[in-house]
């Protein structure tokens, strides 16, 4: 008897996936839950793990195929009434026989996540020169840090003694490199050219005083901290709360396009996009109506976390009625978002400067930021967007009407 290995379940927005690489090769034992295989989707890595304990007797799908939701992709075979995998022993006389010529050759390297393995591959470390602490012995995003913080430097070599004359240029130092595109960029690419062909998109540019936003978080910060167990006050949830509020007197800028008809949303579910290892990724933060500063904080918090770590369910990622995207980490001073169809329009942040300006006849220094909104003009008309925006920007500058809802 075996048990079929298969992929898992996909939705409807995600139609196939990629096998990215196998931890275990057929006719290696393996664990119940260990992780067998990465399966890279368009959004997101998906790891598979092993339902029982057992051998893996074939696998059906190889690295770079593709596959479909719930495919067979390998076959298991379990352990018999009364068998276990032995546990290897510590003593002398377990001691595996020295191993010599092409058996050393294939061992394979410690199995290593997703988010582990691109960050070895960015920093060219070798995976048996790092201990793995998870399951396993299966290496981490954080083996991979530590090794970078604690690991020492080769010696820098010595300086070359310096030429008589211009030495003439080698074309051998000249290298390239080839790799294939990752389904997340390739799909990237991708919506970015749907979104610039199929759309009428238009932006919109206005300037905030972020004075009244700073003068709140820097006389409540250490209270909300108490008050919310240690979640800190940003800037991304006075912009979530003033999107909402601006959303619901604009539904048009809330609604997303249909074919031939109109979708307008009864809700606010506001995609924030965060940084990942494999590129910028938008989770979804449902209902943001009903929540709060802290819990707005607290989610985009846990997004950012589980982006890093590879973590990040499908789920997370699927609809969106509305994004928000904060070029000023980076440290843009003013760009054009690009729609995330069928979403008709898009907020960008940007860095905050201080800047003169003219206040009430008199010239003071403020900390402003510009604001982008990208729309979509087949279904929001100019005068719309630009009343959208001055919007966020008066419930900025005067946060109490956040509050009052006014």
């Known amino acids: 008897m075996t048990i079929e290995l298969n992929a898992p379940t996909l939705p409807e927005s995600v139609p196939d996936g990629t096998i990215s690489s196998w931890h275990k090769k057929a006719g290696e034992t393996v664990r119940r839950d260990e992780v067998l295989v990465d399966i890279e989707t368009d959004k997101v890595v998906i790891e598979v793990p092993s339902p029982a304990d057992g051998v893996?007797?074939?696998?059906y799908k190889q690295a770079g195929d593709t596959v479909l939701s719930n495919e067979p992709i390998g076959r298991i075979e379990p352990l018999g009434p009364g068998e276990t995998l032995e546990a290897p022993d510590s003593g002398p006389a377990a001691e595996a026989p020295e191993q010599t010529g092409s058996e050393a050759?294939?061992?394979?390297?410690?199995?290593?996540?997703?988010?582990?393995r691109r960050l070895m591959e960015e920093n060219e470390l070798d995976p048996e020169d790092i201990k793995g602490s998870g399951k396993g012995g299966r290496i981490t995003r954080q083996d991979v840090l530590d090794r970078l913080n604690t690991g020492e430097s080769d010696p820098a070599p010595a300086p070359a003694p310096s030429p008589a004359g211009p030495a003439p240029q080698s074309m051998e130092n000249r290298k390239e490199e080839r790799v294939p595109m990752s389904r997340l960029r390739a799909?990237?690419?991708?919506?970015?050219?749907?979104?610039s062909n199929s759309t009428a998109m238009l932006t919109t540019f206005n300037e905030v005083n972020m004075r009244p936003v700073m003068d709140i978080r820097k006389r409540h910060q250490e209270r909300f901290q108490e008050t919310h167990d240690g979640v800190r006050?940003?800037?991304?949830?006075?912009?979530?709360r003033a999107s909402i509020e601006a959303l619901k007197r604009f539904p048009a800028v809330n609604a997303s396009i249909d074919g031939n008809d109109i979708v307008y949303h009864g809700y606010q579910d506001i995609g924030v996009a965060v940084s990942s290892p494999r590129g910028l990724v938008v989770p979804v933060l449902r209902d943001a109506d009903n929540m709060g500063f802290a819990r707005i904080e607290k989610e985009i918090l846990e997004f950012g976390e589980k982006a890093r770590?590879?973590?990040l369910a499908i789920e997370e990622l699927a609809g969106g009625t509305f994004t928000i995207s904060n070029g000023g980490i980076f440290g843009s001073l003013l760009s054009t978002p690009i729609l995330n169809p069928p979403q008709t329009a898009i907020l960008g942040m940007h860095k905050i400067q201080e800047r003169p300006m003219a206040v009430e006849g008199e010239i003071r220094i403020l900390?402003?930021?510009?604001?982008?909104?990208?729309?979509?003009h087949r279904l929001i008309d100019g005068k719309e967007a630009v009343q959208f925006l001055v919007t966020i920007k008066e419930l900025l500058e005067d946060p109490t009407r956040l509050v009052l809802e006014i």
């Open 187 to 195: 799909r990237v690419a991708q919506r970015l050219l749907e979104a």
């Open 56 to 59: 893996l007797k074939e696998i």
């Open 367 to 376: 900390p402003m930021m510009y604001l982008a909104l990208s729309y979509d």
């Open 233 to 240: 006050l940003g800037y991304m949830s006075f912009f979530v």
């Open 105 to 116: 050759e294939s061992e394979p390297a410690p199995a290593a996540g997703p988010a582990a």
């Open 309 to 311: 770590a590879g973590k």
